[in-house]
């Protein structure tokens, strides 16, 4: 095998397929990904384990050898690990100088079910420090950008991950979202990117969900991948919080349900900042998908904002304490960047009874969203307010608070989903040429809590309607 070889082009079921059926082996499936990731020129890899994920390899393909054994959907498939994530014997730094050097000796529950499958962990993948930004610009690594324009983020905090993805290196990629982090990165790259619902893939058995704001899944290039993704990460562990009732199906064979006539809310006014300015090509792209969805024969109609930017403050709360609990070395805290101190300085400034009232807050703006969108099938609306943007452009380490403002700017509308624990999918159904150059812009999908099934069929006739996109990256 070779970097030549065309395997790069192939899906995550395809590639697995062509395993299963003896066209390729495994251990060379894998040999081929990791000559990809060592020659990678987007920011996407802090670490790439030949050594392990070559003997993995080898032990997939005596299992495939036999006769009784039943391979799943992405057996064999690449898939590696975002450094926010603990995989036995690789590096787990967390995108931080503060954690420099630090081994996982033990797979956390996302990368046991990965295993488990049959997909091999060939690396970890770039993260922002404690995955708290929206772009991946760790200290020590190069910058993540997205392989359609080099100069430009490849957004985050997964931004890693769906650098290796869009550039054809691995078919999928774990990711995790806890405010917009697999969404982000998958419209900046031209990828599909979902964040299931609350408590749909858990965080156990090492993990706790806290507030439940965030969830794990993968970076892809097809909505098919994703669904037997999600398949696999779904599967529960003793003692979960927020555990989300079963599908009637499989998630991949959601994909193939026909989508009778839906009622679409669209939202187009920003929601968490006051101050966003969207793209015109955002704005276009939006128009154009509201077109697509007509023509599909659905009912479209707007949908109001669900609640203000200063109800969204709740969350800021939340996160704000929720990095000042991250555990550090005691003698690190001025390994930190500027960001992350503010972020914790800000969230240890808090009281209990600010931390419950912001709880209530959550709460609020949840039953708030569900009374005003729960005649709505799914509801659409933009997951970014500008393309990708110049490496850069957001970060400001001189003052982290207009850092944060100008994410919040960026992703006025991220994090509705992460509040409200419903699931939503970036789909790469748009781009334009700005600058002289294409750009991928992604539209949200979202739908009620725990109706996947629904919103995976949607995603499916989206994407068979739109047909691929994807950068020129050889």
């Known amino acids: 095998m070779t970097p030549t070889s065309g395997l790069e082009h192939l899906s995550g079921l395809d590639?697995?397929?062509?395993?299963?059926?003896?066209?390729?082996?495994?251990?060379?499936?894998?040999?081929?990904?990791?000559?990809?990731?060592?020659?990678?020129?987007?920011?996407?890899?802090?670490?790439?384990?030949?050594?392990?994920?070559?003997?993995?390899?080898?032990?997939?393909?005596?299992?495939?050898?036999?006769?009784?054994?039943?391979?799943?959907p992405l057996f064999g498939v690449p898939c590696p690990i975002k450094d926010l994530n603990s995989a036995d014997g690789m590096p787990m730094e967390g995108g931080s100088a503060a954690l420099r050097g630090h081994l996982a000796t033990w797979d956390d529950g996302v990368v046991t079910r990965l295993k488990e499958a049959g997909t091999v962990a060939i690396g970890k993948t770039s993260t922002p420090e404690f995955g708290l930004p929206c772009y991946t610009e760790p200290e020590g690594h190069d910058?993540?950008?997205?392989?359609?324009?080099?100069?430009?983020?490849?957004?985050?905090?997964?931004?890693?991950?769906?650098?290796?993805?869009?550039?054809?290196?691995?078919?999928?990629?774990?990711?995790?979202?806890?405010?917009?982090?697999?969404?982000?990165?998958?419209?900046?790259?031209g990828l599909v990117g979902l964040k299931p619902s609350r408590g749909r893939v858990s965080t156990g058995p090492y993990a706790i969900d806290g507030p439940g704001l965030g969830s794990a899944g993968v970076l892809s290039r097809t909505v098919r991948d994703t669904a037997a993704a999600l398949d696999i990460l779904s599967v529960g562990w003793p003692g979960d919080p927020y555990p989300a009732p079963a599908p009637a199906g499989s998630y991949l064979s959601a994909c193939d349900h026909p989508v009778g006539k839906l009622r679409i809310g669209v939202l187009a006014e920003p929601v968490i900042s006051d101050t966003a300015i969207v793209h015109p090509a955002v704005t276009e792209a939006l128009t154009r998908t509201v077109s697509l969805l007509t023509d599909l024969g659905h009912d479209v109609e707007p949908a109001p904002r669900p609640f203000t930017a200063e109800q969204w403050d709740s969350f800021k709360v939340v996160w704000a304490v929720g990095a000042a609990t991250i555990q550090i070395p005691e003698d690190a805290e001025d390994q930190l960047r500027p960001l992350t101190r503010w972020l914790?300085?800000?969230?240890?400034?808090?009281?209990?009874?600010?931390?419950?009232?912001?709880?209530?807050?959550?709460?609020?703006?949840?039953?708030?969203?569900?009374?005003?969108?729960?005649?709505?099938?799914?509801?659409?609306?933009?997951?970014?307010?500008?393309?990708?943007?110049?490496?850069?452009?957001?970060?400001?380490?001189?003052?982290?608070?207009?850092?944060?403002?100008?994410?919040?700017?960026?992703?006025?509308?991220?994090?509705?989903?992460?509040?409200?624990?419903?699931?939503?999918?970036?789909?790469?159904?748009?781009?334009?040429?700005?600058?002289?150059?294409?750009?991928?812009?992604?539209?949200?999908?979202?739908?009620?809590?725990?109706?996947?099934?629904?919103?995976?069929?949607?995603?499916?006739?989206?994407?068979?309607?739109?047909?691929?996109t994807g950068p020129s990256v050889s």
């Not at 400034?349 to 703006?365: C, F, H, N, P, T």
């Not at 409200?420 to 150059?437: E, F, K």
């Open 15 to 72: 590639l697995s397929a062509r395993i299963v059926a003896g066209e390729v082996t495994v251990p060379e499936v894998v040999a081929d990904a990791l000559e990809r990731a060592h020659a990678d020129t987007f920011g996407a890899w802090v670490h790439i384990d030949d050594e392990g994920a070559m003997a993995q390899a080898e032990e997939l393909q005596r299992q495939l050898a036999d006769p009784d054994f039943a391979p799943g």
């Open 143 to 189: 910058p993540a950008v997205t392989p359609w324009d080099p100069t430009r983020m490849a957004g985050g905090s997964s931004g890693g991950a769906a650098a290796s993805v869009a550039a054809g290196q691995v078919p999928i990629a774990q990711g995790s979202d806890g405010g917009g982090s697999i969404r982000i990165p998958a419209s900046c790259c």
């Open 344 to 468: 914790r300085n800000l969230g240890a400034g808090y009281s209990a009874l600010e931390l419950a009232r912001a709880m209530d807050g959550i709460q609020k703006v949840t039953r708030r969203t569900a009374e005003l969108w729960d005649d709505f099938d799914v509801v659409i609306c933009p997951t970014l307010a500008q393309p990708p943007l110049p490496v850069g452009a957001i970060r400001d380490d001189a003052d982290p608070a207009a850092d944060f403002d100008a994410q919040c700017e960026f992703t006025p509308w991220s994090s509705i989903w992460n509040l409200t624990g419903r699931p939503a999918i970036s789909l790469p159904l748009r781009t334009a040429r700005i600058d002289g150059v294409e750009l991928p812009i992604g539209i949200t999908v979202g739908a009620r809590m725990n109706d996947e099934t629904l919103l995976l069929a949607l995603s499916a006739q989206l994407e068979e309607a739109v047909g691929p």
